[in-house]
């Protein structure tokens, strides 16, 4: 199967110049989108069950759990229906709700990131992120002042 092109980056960052808008959670955002999904990449978004584990270590196992069950092919054929659907020749850019430049270490993480990780090792493929980076343990938390 020929490589697909893949990113991640926030619902609320993601700009159509950066690629093909796919949703990886569970619900459906709940604010008004300036852009149209090009799909659900279902087989790589976490369970409700997932969702409530609070320690990294158990959710990245348990999620790690879930991606090898519905195998890498699987999530690849899944990824290459959506992109075929769109018509695009940019990369999926993989969407989720956690900004990473308003969580402080160690809560700097979430499902795209442990994907992106999972991915690159099983094919050797990067996954870059295109959302603001996570804040370094010295970087003061945001304040109500922020813009």
Known sequence: MDAIRLATCTYQEFAPHMGTPVRTTAGHPRFSLPYQLAGHARLITPTRELLK?????????????????NGLENIRRELATIAAASGSDGPLVLLCFDRFDKLRPPNDWCHRIQFAKWFTEQTGEEVPELGAKPMSAQTPPPTLFDV
């Open 53 to 69: 584990i609070n320690a990294r270590d158990a959710y990245e196992f348990s999620y790690r759990r879930l991606l090898n069950g």
